[in-house]
């Protein structure tokens, strides 16, 4: 968690050969909106918290993913992490990305 108290999940890329860049985004929101910029580009790796702080959560980037694979263009994504300290929503996450043939891995301290 950070120092306001929000909880963060970050996106590491790796275009050709430029060297790896790492963007954290802390709420759904900023989230979607990452997705959306990287759309049609690889990702190398995706890591999300189920719990961002207060009523947000990360359901909206899960949706996001869900959506694009049932339209027959999913996002290109190597691995996606879930961390989060509530065991119920990470592995709400793990089960529906799962099921949509991403890669995932449950990530634990």
């Known amino acids: 968690m950070n120092p306001r108290g929000r909880r963060s999940f970050w996106v590491s890329t790796t275009f050709g050969r430029s060297p790896r860049a790492t963007r954290v985004d802390r709420t759904s929101r900023e989230g979607v909106q990452l997705l959306e910029e990287h759309r049609g580009r690889f990702v190398d790796?995706?890591?999300?918290?189920?719990?961002?702080?207060?009523?947000?959560?990360?359901?909206?980037?899960?949706?996001?993913?869900?959506?694009?694979?049932?339209?027959?263009?999913?996002?290109?994504?190597?691995?996606?992490?879930?961390?989060?300290?509530?065991?119920?929503?990470?592995?709400?996450?793990?089960?529906?990305?799962?099921?949509?043939?991403?890669?995932v891995r449950r990530a634990t301290a």
């Open 45 to 103: 790796e995706l890591w999300l918290d189920h719990d961002l702080g207060g009523e947000d959560s990360i359901m909206p980037v899960v949706t996001l993913l869900e959506e694009a694979a049932f339209g027959g263009q999913p996002f290109h994504i190597g691995t996606v992490f879930v961390h989060s300290a509530n065991p119920i929503g990470a592995e709400t996450v793990v089960r529906s990305l799962t099921r949509w043939n991403y890669r």
